[in-house]
């Protein structure tokens, strides 16, 4: 897992993910600060994971980023793409 310092090295001062990282721990670490900017409880469409998620990143790819965060649990969603929502603990 990233030490905190690391995370900051991928983000800009406002807080905004820079790039994808290549190593896995890194990926995991952004994924999980990707996830903690949404909701419990609330369940956000298509449309609105991706504006949330760009507005966190600055390399243009919220597909990637939103196929990530579900694949490795951070969302959930509906069979069909057009819900997600934070998994249940």
Known sequence: MMDAGSLAALLDREGRVTRW????????SVLEYLGGKFSADVEYSEREVNAALDA????????????EL???GFLDRT???????????
Not at 21 to 28: E, H, I, L, S, V
Not at 56 to 67: I, T, V, Y
Not at 79 to 89: A, E, I, V
Request: overall charge positive; aromatic content about 14%; glycine content about 6%.
């Open 21 to 28: 990282p290549k190593k896995q721990d890194q990926k995991r």
């Open 56 to 67: 966190w990143h600055l390399f243009g790819d919220h597909a990637l980023l939103r196929r």
């Open 70 to 72: 579900f694949e490795r």
């Open 79 to 89: 069979p069909d793409g057009r819900r997600y929502w934070l998994p249940r603990p």
